[in-house]
Antibody
Framework: QVQLVESGGGVVQPGGSLRLSCAAS????????MHWVRQAPGNGLEWVAF????????YYTDSVKGRFTISRDNSRTTLYLQMNSLRPEDTAVYYC??????????????WGQGTLVTVSS | DIVMTQTPLSSPVTLGQPASISCRSS???????????LNWLQQRPGQPPRLLIY???NRFSGVPDRFSGSGAGTDFTLKISRVEAEDVGVYYC?????????FGQGTKLEIK
């Protein structure tokens, strides 16, 4: 079965950095695009970034462009999110999600449990 | 960016009764490939989101048939034919027609 397990969250000071990881299993990782989505406490969902299956293209929401970098290691079946210059408004649970294929293309069909990032002094 | 607007934001429903959530996009969600990438997610309390419906009306694996989606262009609807206790949570519409993907504000479904 598909499993996505995020790690790397924690408390960091404003201006600091953090790298999130998402370990994937149960599907052919190298053939699927992957997303990061976040949810601030008590708030709705916000899409953060996407990377194509081979890592050739990345897309970001405007508020993280230039600060966050999405990447992947297909040999390790792991997705990453490098977060620099963190701000208090980046405080959220960060989810990784798998992009569907074929008929499910364009859907985020499986989600991890999330990892909490808190940006605070 | 495409703005997704859901109504209502809160929906108290009696068990066994139907429920309906609307979602409107600020521009057409028809992709150049002819598909409309409008999906619905469910988030139960304390859980991550879960895919319910993809491309307007297709139920994802394991989703009960009391859930249905409809719509076209910029107007979409999620319906639950008979609400059960396990349906409590927040429902989000989301578009994947163009980047950045965007979500509606969420509709909280609760039992009266």
């Amino acid at each position: 079965q598909v499993q996505l397990v995020e790690s790397g969250g924690g408390v960091v000071q404003p201006g600091g950095s953090l790298r999130l990881s998402c370990a994937a299993s149960g599907f052919t990782f190298s053939t699927h695009g992957m997303h990061w989505v976040r949810q601030a406490p008590g708030n709705g969902l916000e899409w953060v970034a996407f990377i194509r299956n081979d890592g050739t293209n990345q897309y970001y929401t405007d508020s993280v462009k230039g600060r966050f970098t999405i990447s992947r290691d297909n040999s390790r079946t792991t997705l990453y999110l490098q977060m620099n210059s963190l701000r208090p408004e980046d405080t959220a649970v960060y989810y990784c999600a798998k992009n569907g294929q074929q008929l499910l293309r364009g859907s985020l069909d499986y989600w991890g449990q999330g990892t909490l990032v808190t940006v605070s002094s | 960016d495409i703005v997704m607007t859901q109504t209502p934001l809160s929906s108290p429903v009696t068990l066994g009764q139907p429920a309906s959530i609307s979602c409107r996009s600020s521009q057409s969600l028809v992709h150049s490939d002819g598909n409309t990438y409008l999906n619905w997610l469910q988030q139960r309390p304390g859980q991550p989101p879960r895919l319910l419906i993809y491309k307007i009306s297709n139920r994802f694996s394991g989703v009960p048939d009391r859930f249905s989606g409809s719509g076209a262009g910029t107007d979409f609807t999620l319906k639950i034919s008979r609400v059960e206790a396990e349906d409590v949570g927040v429902y989000y519409c989301t578009q994947a027609t163009q980047f950045p993907h965007t979500f509606g504000q969420g509709t909280k479904l609760e039992i009266k």
